[in-house]
């Protein structure tokens, strides 16, 4: 299987405080990971060195051919990252004074080039594809919590990414909109994309992810097939924390 992104004895300080302490892993191409682990232990951290908006201080990164190890990117290839790595956050991060239609056009027109007709019908295809086609004028604050993601979602999506990174997708929503991001999500795995899931879903890490990795204070303490780690725990902490969970 071909990685899409692979990490030997990853390490990131800030000043002092060691949060990730050499963390060995692979994400296959294709495939869902799901990160999971309690608060502080670097989960957001690990995900943010992947797209570079964090770099690393030790061991080595490579993501989609990317060599993330050296301090120096030059802008070419940061610029081919974040156009290569989409990332949705917890807070959805949309521009509150552009309607979604000009959220979803104006990466593809700034930084692909593409043109306001293309990148309108780009904006279309991908607001059809999260059930939003009729939200297009609409502005944020007009949206539901879940609205706003699923358009958070088609906004990384016009950007064409190779592996998209999630960092708690749901854990600002009202518990009754998770469902119609969680479907978006599983929907798009279904379609081949290669993600990275940052999540407290279990239900979701259980049936939609491929890989599983617990980290636990900035160590992996167990990784492997996500069904398998996240009913069957080897280790007493990954136990904990799941029976802490249900
Ligand atoms: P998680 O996402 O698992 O909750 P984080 O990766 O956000 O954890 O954080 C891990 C640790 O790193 C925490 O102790 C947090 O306070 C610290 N941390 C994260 N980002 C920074 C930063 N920019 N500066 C200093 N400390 C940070
Ligand atoms: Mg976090």
Redesign the pocket.
Same mark, same amino acid.
Request: hydrophobic letters at 40%; one cysteine or more; a negative charge.
């Given at each position: 299987m071909e990685k899409a992104i692979a990490f030997q004895n990853l390490e990131k300080s800030? /000043?002092s405080?060691k #949060?990730?302490q050499g963390v060995t892993g692979e994400i296959d191409k294709g495939e869902v990971t799901a990160?999971i /682990? &309690? &608060?502080?232990?670097?989960?957001?951290?690990? @995900?943010?060195c992947f797209n570079r908006l964090?770099a690393i201080n030790g061991g080595s990164l490579t993501v989609n051919n990317i060599d993330l190890s050296r301090p120096n990117l030059n802008y070419k290839q940061l610029r081919q990252l974040r156009t290569q790595v989409g990332m949705v956050f917890q807070q959805f991060n949309l521009f509150p004074h552009l309607s979604v239609l000009e959220n979803l056009t104006l990466a593809p027109r700034q930084v692909l080039g593409k043109t306001q007709k293309e990148s309108a019908q780009l904006a279309g295809t991908y607001l059809d594809k999260v059930g939003l086609f009729d939200k297009a004028s609409a502005y944020p604050e007009q949206l539901s919590g879940g609205q706003k993601q699923r358009v958070a979602i088609a906004r990384s999506l016009c950007m064409n990414p190779q592996i998209m990174l999630f960092?708690?997708p749901t854990s600002a929503l009202d518990p009754e909109l998770v469902g119609e991001v969680l479907q978006v999500m599983q929907q798009l795995a279904a379609d081949g994309m290669t993600m990275v899931v #940052?999540t407290h879903e279990m239900q979701f890490a259980r049936e939609v992810a491929n890989r599983a990795i617990f @980290?636990n204070k900035?160590k992996i303490e167990e990784q492997g097939n996500a069904r398998e780690i996240l009913t069957n725990p080897e280790s007493d902490r990954l136990r904990t924390f799941l029976s802490r969970l249900n």
């Open positions: 800030f /000043g405080l #949060v990730l990160i /682990g &309690s &608060s502080g232990c670097g989960k957001s951290t690990l @995900l943010r964090e960092d708690e #940052v @980290l900035g």
